[in-house]
């Protein structure tokens, strides 16, 4: 079991922004697309600092995430399933 306790306060906060994110899309697990979502949510987070420096359009990629994670749940199974197995046979 993970000690949320231990990481900081903004790690903490999108921890459970990713708690949220999951329940919102129906999903069972949170994976790295819910956990960037979350990142992106907060407010004067880092990451949307990281991303404006590198020139990537904040919103654009919310609406992205926004898109994959709205896809049918057993759609967004089968993708990640598929890309578990690809990344095992490495």
């Known amino acids: 079991m ?31 697309e819910h956990i960037l979502l979350a990142m992106i949510e907060q407010p004067q987070g880092v990451i949307t600092q990281i991303l404006e420096k590198l020139k990537i359009e904040v919103e654009d990629l919310f609406g992205k995430i926004d898109q994959q994670l709205r896809s049918s749940q057993s759609e967004y199974l089968r993708r990640r399933c598929r890309a578990d197995f690809h990344n095992a046979a490495r």
């Open 2 to 32: 993970m000690r949320f306790d231990r990481f900081t306060e903004r790690a903490q906060d999108a921890a459970q922004r990713a708690a949220e994110i999951i329940q919102r899309y129906g999903h069972n697990q949170i994976d790295t």
